[in-house]
């Protein structure tokens, strides 16, 4: 038989469940180093977490334990769902626009009138309506009934989209003046002439004076020669431009513009 080892002088370890402790103290002290290092310096936020890791492992002492009230919880839901609901009342009412538009559309083929366009713009997009729907030649008042129905929908419209859309109605001529017998003395009086006789159908129909302007560029900006009478046509015209005031302004118009090409597809 081998011979027994000697008893060891070194005095006792401590007991097993005392390192594991320790260990399970120095996680903790990791965890918390890669909390506040990847959190803002929020002294409540980090008590609240403090708290909730103490409640839940019962190890740490002190600090308030992080719970959602009902109240929370019910508003934070109320919330979402009336932003939900808003950004689907607005994209019904972009694919409203490009119903009007195309219906529109459809009636002056017949009449060999140039079409509704509807393109994005700086900080909005833009309806571009061809003078012959809205105007007779050299004026500025608005007698067609089709015309008049028109604008009713788009006055409609308008009053569904954001509060801080404003709309600018710039008119526009091609380069022969006014008669003589007009009572504008040029291009200038004639095309600011239609875009306050738009601004003024629209305020007429409901549409808030707060969130219109009106403007004209006379035969300045053309969108065609002016060498013939199709490019003439088409530089005679009204544009509504829509833009927002908001910080967002940009993003929404272009996301509207593009809801409504989707549904025109």
Avoid at 102 to 127: C, D, H, Q, R, Y
Avoid at 233 to 261: C, H, M, P, W
């Amino acid at each position: 038989m081998g011979k027994k080892c000697p008893e060891c002088d070194c005095p006792k370890c401590l007991p097993g469940w005392l390192a594991a402790f320790g260990d399970l103290m120095s996680l903790l002290l990791t965890f918390f180093v890669l909390l506040l290092s990847m959190s803002s310096m929020d002294a409540k936020k980090i008590q609240e977490a403090v708290g909730s890791l103490a409640g839940a492992l019962s190890v740490l002492e002190g600090g308030t334990r992080m719970e959602l009230s009902r109240e929370k919880v019910e508003l934070s839901t109320t919330q979402k769902l009336k932003l939900n609901k808003s950004k689907s009342d607005e994209s019904s009412t972009m694919k409203q626009l490009g119903q009007v538009v195309s219906e529109v559309n459809e009636m002056l083929k017949s009449t060999g009138s140039p079409n509704i366009i509807l393109e994005e713009a700086e900080k909005g997009f833009f309806l571009r309506l061809p003078s012959s729907l809205l105007f007779a030649p050299g004026d500025a008042r608005i007698v067609n009934d089709d015309a008049i129905l028109f604008l009713k929908r788009i006055a409609l419209i308008i009053k569904k989209l954001s509060k801080d859309v404003t709309i600018n109605a710039i008119g526009y001529t091609d380069n022969i003046p006014p008669p003589v017998n007009s009572p504008y003395k040029d291009n200038w009086e004639l095309s600011s002439a239609r875009g306050v006789a738009v601004v003024k159908e629209l305020i007429k129909d409901g549409v808030d004076p707060k969130r219109l302007m009106s403007s004209g560029k006379a035969q300045f900006n053309p969108v065609a020669s002016n060498a013939t009478p199709e490019g003439r046509a088409k530089n005679r015209r009204v544009e509504l431009y829509f833009f927002s005031t908001g910080s967002n302004g940009r993003n929404k118009a272009q996301k509207s513009i593009l809801d409504i090409k989707k549904s025109n597809k």
